[in-house]
């Protein structure tokens, strides 16, 4: 079945490092979606990428979608305190009904 | 408009005893899906229910059922809880169809003793 992978499980930044998140798919995707989890909270919803190539930015964040819609990432340029939290890559396969999470990659920013 | 609503927020069980925690959603979703997740991991699929009267199997369902109720609410129930199923149980919804994003209920922190 359908599996998608994240990597780093976790990653330490200093406060104004970058960092990245990767994710990968057995299968193709039809869309990939970013969520974000804030400690004791629940996964709120960033973005949605559909397009082969696509390339979305919000603010500091730059999400990528691969040209074979299989492998996405999340960029974050100078991380602040306020990026801390489990970003959560997910995809639904082609023709598919089922969105699967990835296993989130934790992220910790030290002021 | 509530969107995804869980109940109960925080339960305490003893090994062995049996409970129900219930989602409903207002936003008028085909699917819905429960989640568990272990402190510091991510998120592992239990069941998922692509439509009213329909659910499959998803990572980690031993020891879990679960109940479509109708569109709204999808319920999922432990015969016989054990300290192994300590965790934060979310309930998400997604318009399949519509493909939108995934909302989730504010979780339910079970702990087993």
């Known amino acids: 079945g359908q599996q998608v992978m994240q990597i780093p499980q976790y990653q330490h930044v200093q406060e104004g490092e970058d960092f990245t998140t990767y994710c990968n798919s057995s299968?193709?995707?039809?869309?990939i979606q970013w969520y974000k989890q804030r400690p004791g909270g629940h996964p709120v919803f960033l973005i949605q990428?559909?397009?082969?190539?696509e390339v979305k930015k919000q603010k500091r964040l730059t999400f990528q979608f691969g040209e074979a819609k299989k492998n996405s990432s999340l960029h974050i340029t100078a991380t602040q305190t306020t990026d801390v939290g489990t970003y959560f890559c997910?995809?639904?396969?082609?023709?598919?009904?089922?969105?699967?999470f990835g296993a989130g990659t934790r992220l910790f920013v030290k002021a | 408009n509530a969107g995804v609503t869980q109940t109960p927020k925080f339960q305490v069980l003893k090994t062995g005893q049996s409970m129900t925690l219930q989602c409903a959603q207002d936003?008028?979703?085909?699917?819905m899906y429960w989640y568990r997740q272990d402190p510091g991991m991510g998120l592992r699929l239990i069941y998922y229910?692509?439509?009213?009267?329909?659910?499959d199997k998803g990572e980690v369902p031993n020891g879990y059922n679960v109940s479509r109720l109708n569109k709204r609410e999808f319920s999922l129930r432990l015969e016989s809880a054990a300290p192994s199923q300590t965790s934060v149980y979310f309930c998400?919804?997604?318009?399949?169809?519509?493909?939108?994003?995934?909302?989730f209920g504010q979780g339910t922190r079970l702990t087993v003793v």
């Open positions: 997910a995809g639904r396969e082609t023709g598919g009904f089922k969105t699967i």
């Open positions: 299968t193709t995707l039809s869309n």
């Open positions: 990428l559909v397009k082969s190539g």
């Open positions: 936003m008028n979703h085909n699917s």
């Open positions: 229910s692509a439509s009213e009267g329909t659910t």
């Open positions: 998400a919804t997604d318009g399949v169809a519509m493909n939108t994003e995934a909302f």
